[in-house]
């Protein structure tokens, strides 16, 4: 006799990002669309080409950490740790009232400890390998994120990160809920992290020419699906969700935010930094999350689009929506938050995830900002242009797509 799978539930959330770390401020001002996009003040950027990203310039570690602490940990797991903290608090999750061994912990990362790697690269080359840092090793580690949460909460179950680009969060999240499905454990923390805007980082995206070049207007660079668009914007943080199983979430009382209904995982097999150009990984991947959740495209009520502001990324996802979503394409609202927060690469497919709980909540889908020339190539879709829309909304649709040819899709919904 097949046993009935576990169903999965969002009961917390927390994220760090250039809008603000507190849930309602974040809201508001995706809402409000404003943009977190400013200049870049934690280097000097005076003889970069590109001067400005999605910066966390507010963020204190100490409000969390000792200072010694946090000299132990990079900014990265810094992220992943308040953004935990944050979502544990937010689920008033009875930790002493739950087995700990049944708690577990995945949280991934594009690129894990790049600030502490360059710090102590410089110190090597400087001063020598004498002075390379003790903590360096356990400082860029991309699990360190995930045990530094187990050893903060003491919470024994399966805990490890994944690494898939910008589909690291997305595909976290996803294969957490594998695990409480699986019953490996009861509740999960899950999400990914990223900070990368760093000398080493940008230089490398600037080299790929992926970047928007756009340094006299920083908040009008980022416009998903705009004709006008000329690439991405770096950002940084971290979403984190707490996911439990079902009944349990509900036997305690929680304040569930939205059911995980499906999730779909693949891969282009095309080429390590351009998507498969008939979107057929694109396309096949949310096919995939739609027979997970056992759902039609006609029941979403709201995309997340993955649309970074890059002239070829948007135009495969635009069309790739078209194909799935047939007749209905037109009627769904879509927006890229991205337009707002910028590109937090391993970070965005979380965060992208908790805005879509949010969506649910109030009924109100987020814009897509800077949308002031549309785009033939993405024409005949609804991208929620420049304003937010208040809209009934049952389930959300979340894409993430990254290099490497990695794709995730989540399908989440209402209780």
Known sequence: ???????????????VTSLGQEKKQLWSLLCQGKSGIKPITGFDTSSFEIKFGGEVSDFDPTQ??????????????????????????????????IDQRRIGVLIGSGMGGMQELETQHSNLISKGPSRVS???????????????????????????????????GGTSIGEAVRIIQRNDADVMIAGSSEAVITPLGVSGFCSMKALSLRNDAPQKASRPFDKDRDGFVISEGAGIVVI????????????????????????????????????????QCMKNAFKDAMCNPEEINYVNAHATSTPLGDNLEANAIKKVFGPYAPKIPISSTKSMLGH?????????????????????????????????????????????????????LCNSFGFGGHNATIIIGKI
């Open 134 to 168: 003790p903590f360096m090793v356990p400082k860029i580690m991309v699990n360190a994120a995930p045990a530094q949460v187990a050893i903060r909460y003491g919470l024994k179950g399966p805990n490890f990160a994944l690494v898939a680009a910008c589909t690291t």
């Open 344 to 396: 937090q690469l391993g970070a965005s497919g979380s965060v992208e995830l908790i805005i879509c709980a949010f969506a649910i909540q109030e009924n109100v889908v987020p814009p897509t900002i800077n949308y002031e020339t549309p785009d033939p190539e993405c024409s005949g879709l609804d991208f929620v242009p420049n304003e937010a829309r208040q809209h009934k909304v049952e389930k959300a």
């Open 1 to 15: 006799m097949m046993q009935e799978r576990r169903r999965v539930v969002i009961t917390g959330v927390g994220a």
């Open 244 to 283: 439990e199983e079902y009944e349990n979430a509900k036997k305690r009382g929680a304040n569930i935010y939205a059911e995980i209904l499906g999730y779909g995982l693949n891969t282009d097999a095309y080429h390590i930094a351009s998507p498969d150009l008939n979107g057929e990984g694109a396309i």
């Open 64 to 97: 969390l950490f000792e200072v010694k602490e946090a000299r132990r940990l990079d900014r990265f797991t810094q992220f992943a740790v308040v953004a935990a903290a944050d979502a544990i608090k937010d689920a008033e999750l009875p930790l002493d009232k």
